[in-house]
């Protein structure tokens, strides 16, 4: 896999995250606990995009 690949899927990754994290602040049944974790997922998948974007 090359980097840029890798980086696309990183990036498709982490516009779902986005999406998930949208939904489930719109949903009031949603454990915050949840929220905070699919954050977290998020948040990680950025800091690897910017490591390998800054290489």
Request: no cysteine; hydrophobic share 35%; charged share 35%.
């Amino acid at each position: 896999m090359t980097i840029a690949s890798h980086l696309a899927e990183l990036r498709k990754k982490h516009e779902t995250l986005s999406e998930m994290v949208e939904l489930a602040q719109r949903s009031p049944g949603t454990d915050d606990l949840q929220i905070a974790d699919l954050k977290k997922q998020k948040l990680r998948l950025k800091e690897e995009i910017a490591r390998l974007t800054t290489n």
